[in-house]
């Protein structure tokens, strides 16, 4: 079974410096590996995905992540955080011969100080 | 535009009542999914949907069920025989040889 670990159910930073959200993943085959953004009382929007094709992935709103294999690790970065960025994001895996389930991770919030 | 809906956005119910939350999507996707989320746990799969008329228990799926007549509708009865109903509840539906999940706007159910 796959699993997500996400270090820090919190980050902050200030304005304009570099965010880092840790993920770690656990799976037994080649994953498919997404990020997700929540704003409050809303759904989850796609930021990006990995699926293979390439191990920088980049994706929406300046993010983007790069697949480490040996490290099992798919962590989300921005060099310049913006306060539209103040949100909770999400890891999350997924595995072909799992019917494509997705397996969460619990999530980190992150906070912008201006 | 194509999307998935959630109805109603904000719920109330009494303890012992059902209750039922609708999803509907026009992307034409085959999979359907339905997600519960508390604060600090991240989300849940409570039931899902490969193909219309079928569907599977999540990993949390006492308390629930769900009904897939249609290729838009998958539609979540909240049971009274759910102990702690309280919750954000997420829609999200997937298209056949795709993996990630788009997901609705949620609906909050607050049990009175």
């Known amino acids: 079974a796959q699993s997500v670990t996400q270090l820090g159910s919190h980050v902050s930073v200030s304005e304009g410096a570099l965010v880092l959200l840790r993920c770690n993943y656990s799976s037994s085959v080649p994953p498919y590996l997404f990020w997700y953004v929540q704003y409050p009382n809303q759904g989850l929007q796609l930021l990006l995905k990995y699926t293979s094709a390439a191990t920088l992935v980049k994706g929406i709103n300046g993010f983007e992540a790069e697949f480490k294999k040996s490290e099992t690790s798919f962590h989300l970065t921005k060099p310049s955080a913006h306060m539209s960025d103040a949100a909770e994001y999400f890891c999350?895996?997924?595995?072909?011969?799992?019917?494509?389930?997705?397996?969460f991770g619990g999530g980190t919030r992150l906070m912008v100080k201006p | 535009d194509g999307g998935i809906t959630q109805s109603p956005k904000y719920l109330f119910r009494k303890e012992g009542q059902n209750v039922t939350l609708s999803c509907e999507q026009n992307l034409n996707h085959d999979a359907m999914y339905w997600y519960r989320q508390d604060p600090g746990q991240g989300l849940r799969l409570i039931y899902y949907?490969?193909?219309?008329?079928?569907?599977q228990k999540g990993d949390i799926a006492e308390g629930y069920s769900v009904s897939r007549e249609k290729k838009e509708s998958f539609p979540l009865t909240v049971t009274s025989a759910q102990k702690n109903p309280t919750a954000f509840y997420l829609c999200a539906s997937r298209a056949q040889g795709r993996n990630e999940q788009f997901f609705g706007p949620g609906t909050r159910l607050t049990v009175l």
């Open positions: 949907s490969q193909i219309v008329n079928d569907f």
């Open positions: 999350a895996v997924s595995v072909g011969n799992a019917g494509n389930m997705l397996t």
